[in-house]
């Protein structure tokens, strides 16, 4: 063995040997230590190592937390997977929200090393858990931060993404806030992926670098997802959305992709609108600067975007980075039904996969198929139907059809489809031919509205459906 090889060996003994954030926690109780509280500065240097260094604490057996949306630590993941083929070990579970990136740990060549847990399934991880290879779990995303304060998921290592240090000493967790707090709060080490491409936000994301046990810098683009080109149908949906939902002084909540995309594109005319959403996307950049988004009839957080995770393009990083209009908060907070039914005219824009003709919201699988997961849907349509001034709206939006034709809206969600938002949840659905409003109708009086806005050449086999169920046609009263 080289002499070199025997002094980074030694290195990384004493590296593992040092005590951690949370270790130190316990056990020294004076003013520094006795807390492992994020914000507060402890005694300590965090080693700067290289990727294998960083993750060679991980053993056989651990629990791995890893950040999410554009705060994927990418570096680290690849560098835990090639430890985990070369050192042979077993029955790593991975759990984590949407991640980016290849998620080489979920390849079938990691099967019995890695087992990816997801909180809501992203592209990467789908084939995994198609395959029997990974997990996924049926949960509301304001509950997440339960999984880790109810110590039914114990992280032994958490990955994460930040900013670089201030002159403090104090990152940021930058795009993705969410449960991350929450899961750092309750594991064993922490491991940073430090860069400078990493916007600084504002809110719940600070953490000071004497709470990382071990740090690595890289200098990496974040994962970017673009405005795609809007189709005709998606325009259209948008264009209704905003004449005849969205009114003046509004709070909006929407995630990403096309829909949502169309919805902002349509707002321009608007004034006085708010965002307070789990994520938002890059149209609300431009909406910022034309003075349509101004957050000034929100009663809380006034005059500020309240958000918990973001993807998006360059614009929308370069937005959100050091600026003091954005708070990022955590998920529990964003989500919880009591805090979003406070916003003024809170309106929530979500999508789904089918709904059946009771109303009954498919989300989150394809059939049997699992797609992605639960994630805030529910939590905003809820809390906009209970929306304290009496104004607010809840709204699923959806094309008619799929690419292949085939009715979104049907007699009945395909065998072992989940129901994500239940028919008594929905007020109001919009598809290119119009909004059916569905709250205070029944079942009679819903289907023909839900009918009415499917696409025009399913509407007879519809309306034959429904009267097979129901012995009688649908009609409006």
């Known amino acids: 063995m080289s002499k070199q090889l025997i002094r980074n ?42 990727p294998e260094e960083a993750v060679a604490c991980i053993k056989s057996g651990n629990t791995v937390f890893a950040q999410g949306a554009a705060a994927t630590p990418v570096a680290l993941l690849n560098a835990m997977s090639q430890h985990g083929k070369c050192n042979k070990l077993e029955n790593v579970t991975v759990c984590h929200m949407h991640t ?21 399934m992203g592209g990467n991880v789908r084939k995994a858990v198609a395959e029997g290879r990974g997990d996924n779990m049926h949960i509301f995303l304001h509950e997440i931060p339960l999984l880790f304060s109810k110590k039914l998921v114990k992280p032994d290592v958490a990955f994460i993404h930040v900013s670089p240090p201030d002159n403090h000493g104090f990152c940021s967790l930058g795009t993705s806030v969410d449960c991350v707090r929450t899961a750092l709060l309750h594991s064993k080490m922490i491991v940073a992926q430090i860069n400078p491409n990493m916007p600084r936000t504002f809110g719940d994301s600070i953490i000071h670098k004497s709470h990382f046990d071990f740090a690595i810098q890289v200098d990496d683009k974040l994962p970017q997802h673009g405005t795609g ?71 809380m957080h006034k005059g500020r975007i309240v958000g918990s995770f973001l993807i998006g393009n360059q614009a929308l990083y370069d937005f959100v980075n050091n600026n003091p209009f954005i708070e990022m908060l955590a998920i529990d907070y964003v989500n919880n039904t009591s805090i979003v039914k406070q916003q003024p005219r809170m309106t929530a824009i979500n999508s789904c996969i089918e709904v059946d003709l009771t109303g009954q919201v498919c989300s989150d699988s394809i059939g049997t198929r699992f797609y992605s997961g639960f994630g805030g849907q529910v939590d905003f349509i809820r809390g906009a139907a209970e929306a304290l001034d009496g104004l607010g709206v809840p709204i699923i939006a ?35 031919h119009g909004v059916a409003s569905l709250f205070g109708k029944n079942v009679r009086q819903r289907m023909y509205e839900l009918i009415q806005v499917a696409d025009p050449k399913h509407r007879e086999a519809l309306e034959k459906a429904a009267f097979e169920r129901i012995k009688v046609m649908p009609s409006p009263a």
Do not use: W
């Not at 951690?20 to 492992?36: K, W």
């Open 100 to 120: 980016e990136g290849p998620a080489e740990y979920c390849k079938p060549e990691y099967e019995g090393i890695f087992r990816s847990n997801s909180f809501f």
């Open 229 to 299: 080109e809007l189709s005709e149908v998606e325009k259209k949906i948008g264009k209704l959305i905003a004449e005849n939902l969205v009114k003046d002084g509004a709070t909006l909540q929407m995630g990403i992709g096309n829909i949502p995309d169309a919805v902002l594109n349509s707002l321009h005319n608007h004034k006085d609108l708010g965002i307070h959403s789990e994520m938002f996307a890059n149209g609300v950049v431009e909406l910022v600067r034309k003075g349509c988004v101004t957050n000034s009839r929100k009663t």
């Open 9 to 50: 060996v030694r290195q990384m003994k004493k590296l593992l040997s040092m005590p951690t954030a949370n270790a130190a926690a316990g056990s020294h109780n004076n003013y520094f230590t006795y807390v492992n509280e994020l914000s507060h500065p402890l005694p300590r240097e965090p080693p700067i190592v290289s």
């Open 398 to 432: 959806m094309p008619s059809t799929t690419n292949k034709g085939e009715s979104k809206i049907v007699p009945m969600l395909k065998p072992g489809a989940g129901v994500v938002t239940s028919r008594a949840h929905v007020h109001y659905l919009v598809t290119e």
